[in-house]
């Protein structure tokens, strides 16, 4: 969280370098017009045609995690509703027995539902990250063709308002789909 803090306030420190130096420096032969875009990096993740592909990718995979870990779940549960109506006519030994198998099963269910835990953030980790790396280089190429000074990302905490011209998030999108895989 810290971290984060201190990302935003370099951030502002820097576009109020960027501001200053764009109001400092006379305008001649000699200065470049500042230009600055806006791009909304999850919308553009969540609309491209790719980016939707992943999400299905990734829900698919969700749901039948979600499945194994009701099934896992529901036995669990009819081995413990059975332990416990029965335990006053087991013997001694039966009725250990049974709570070892329980607890067995018990524990494979914590490590099952750990690991697809683990599973899914990895998943969605190596989806984002992938798509994130193509979505910046084809930023970087439409602000070098555009003559962009500065891309910000719109973002919670970075950029508070822009004007809608200067939101290139659908050229991106739009960049993005038609990209080769």
Request: charged residues 35%.
């Amino acid at each position: 969280m810290k971290a984060r803090r201190l990302e935003g306030r370099v951030f502002v420190f820097l576009m109020m370098l960027v501001f200053l130096s764009a109001g400092l420096f006379p305008k001649g032969a000699s200065a470049k017009e500042v230009r600055i875009g806006v791009v909304d990096l999850q919308k553009a993740l969540n609309e491209s045609t790719r980016g939707a592909q992943a999400r299905a990718t990734f829900s698919k995979r969700a749901t039948e995690l979600q499945k194994q870990i009701e099934q896992r779940q529901k036995e669990l549960e009819t081995m413990k509703n059975e332990l416990a109506s029965k335990a006053s006519v087991l013997s001694e030994k039966a009725r250990a027995e049974k709570e070892r198998v329980y607890q067995e099963k018990l524990k494979d269910f914590q490590r099952f539902y750990r690991d697809a835990q683990d599973e899914l953030r990895s998943k969605d980790q190596e989806l984002t990250s992938g798509l994130l790396r193509e979505i910046q280089s084809i930023i970087a190429s439409i602000g070098q063709k555009g003559g962009y000074s500065v891309i910000l990302e719109r973002g919670e905490s970075s950029v508070l308002f822009a004007d809608k011209e200067v939101d290139i998030t659908q050229a991106v999108i739009d960049a993005f789909n038609k990209s080769p895989k």
